[in-house]
């Protein structure tokens, strides 16, 4: 077992060896409970009947179809399902096998409609700073984790970063939420204006920031100014619901709590709970109909793009999400679990920020409360949290540079949506115990 290339080249990994609902257990035997969903893929848990049965069903009857030359059930029902949900405008679905994919697709098309369309000067895309949209080249370029950037900047197109709205850490103590708002939506205006309208192309944001600053939602009406900014000088909306979509934060799309809907969305893990590797585009009927009256042909694809397992997989989490009535335990458990973090850590000296929607919640990690210091980066508490939660049976999902890069500390929770009160508890308990730990430790 020495030759995987691993995440860290430094670190000797525990062995998976099988998982049901909530937990997954190692070769040892030792059973850890997976409070962040792996990275908020798992939905639905480990193991969950409905979608093994379609996974199965789907290898014996067509294992892999390629999409130029077929199309198959399994993606045409997956489409018409996603489409019954999706928000006002969405027409089309583009099958990817992730999130990083499936922003690609979205900047791509973005490109190319403005071509069809008459528009080949708009090419510019404006994103926010301490924002994720993926790891591949393209994703990295319009995404704000510095850390993640850092080593790739050659290589990376130019985007412009505006601020994020992250009311914690940069709302003024004299602004209303209202005026924060306000003055951080219109950095939007103005780079358009800076840049020339008639050459920026989309504009891209998480509805729910996810894992590089946890769990940050925006002000009220934020995205709201955020449409008409965009509406008025032409520009598209992209909005990246790889993590907080799907369910996550309560509603299908988190999107839906904002009052808006997007021209283009990307969707991913919690779209397949894990079951297998999927992705998708979902794009506005007038950027289909662009496509269609022009060039006829997105200029774009991949090989597993519509996989028939895949997409079979994804039918089986939507509709078990349905039957079982799963969001309405998102809404109720993602109280729960609010409740539960502030009675653990609300008068906890070192949290200085609770924050989240539905299941998708986060603890912000401070040195000093009243300041909101954070901890020195070279501590790397939010990794020696991480040991001491997989030391008690805990999976969370931390990260450092929460604030701009290189300062700040957060925990990500993400639990599936099969989650129990009593699941919450534990998480939480376990949790605490692991924060009191790694902050106790010296150095």
């Known amino acids: 077992m020495d030759h995987v290339f691993y995440r860290s080249a430094r670190q000797s990994m525990p062995v ?41 069903r789907q290898v014996a009857d067509l294992a892999y179809a ?10 045409e029902q997956l489409a018409d399902a996603l489409i019954e949900s999706a928000p006002e405008g969405i ?24 071509l069809e369309i008459g528009q080949p000067r708009r090419r510019r895309f404006i994103s926010r700073r301490q924002s994720y949209h993926g790891n591949t ?34 709302k003024d103590a004299n602004e209303s939420e209202a005026e924060y708002g306000q003055r951080v939506a219109d950095e939007l205006e103005h780079e358009i204006q800076r ?10 944001a998480e509805p729910v920031v996810g894992a590089t600053a946890g769990a940050v939602t925006a002000v009220p009406r934020y995205f709201k100014r955020i449409r008409e900014i965009c509406d008025r000088h032409g520009v598209l909306l992209i909005l990246d619901e790889v993590m907080c979509g799907m369910g996550r934060t309560g509603t299908v799309h988190a999107c839906a709590q904002e009052g808006i809907a997007p021209d283009l969305m990307t969707i991913a893990k919690g779209l397949g709970g894990g079951y297998q590797p999927i992705g998708a585009m979902l794009a506005s009927g007038k950027i289909h109909d662009a496509v269609a009256r022009g060039s006829g042909a997105f200029m774009h694809g991949h090989t597993y793009m519509g996989h028939p397992v895949a997409c079979a997989a994804s039918l089986a989490v939507l509709t078990t ?25 609300g008068n906890h000296r070192h949290i200085g920020d609770i924050r989240g929607r539905g299941l998708l919640q986060a603890i912000e990690l401070v040195a000093d ?5 954070p901890f020195a980066p070279e501590r790397q508490l939010h990794a020696r949290i991480k040991r001491e939660a997989m030391a008690r049976g805990l999976m969370v999902y931390p990260m450092g540079g929460t604030i701009d890069g290189r300062l700040g500390d957060h925990v990500l929770l993400a639990p599936p949506y099969i989650a129990t009160a009593p699941d919450i508890d534990t998480i939480v308990e376990r949790l605490g115990e692991a924060v009191d730990a790694a902050i106790a430790q010296p150095g």
Not at 195 to 204: D, K, Q, R
Request: charged share 20%; aromatic share 10%.
């Open 16 to 56: 998976a060896v099988s998982g049901a609902g909530l937990t997954i257990t190692d070769r040892d035997g030792k059973t850890y409970i997976d409070a962040s969903g792996g990275a908020a893929v798992s939905c639905l848990g480990h193991g969950h009947p409905n979608v093994v049965r379609a996974v199965q």
């Open 66 to 75: 390629h999409t130029s030359f077929f199309t198959t059930e399994a993606a």
């Open 91 to 114: 027409e089309r679905v583009y099958f990817v096998s992730g999130g990083s994919e499936a922003i690609e697709a979205a900047l791509k098309l973005a490109r190319q409609y403005f």
């Open 137 to 170: 080249l393209g994703a990295l370029a319009v995404g704000g984790n510095a850390w993640r950037r850092a080593p790739y900047d050659p290589l990376l197109m130019e985007v412009s970063l505006i601020a994020p709205c992250f009311a914690y850490r940069f």
């Open 195 to 204: 840049l020339g309208p008639e050459t920026v192309a989309a504009f891209v």
């Open 321 to 345: 999400l349905r039957e079982e009535h799963l969001l309405d335990n998102v809404a109720k458990m993602g109280r729960h679990l609010s409740e539960r973090l502030q009675d653990r850590f």
């Open 369 to 373: 409360r009243p300041t909101k210091q």
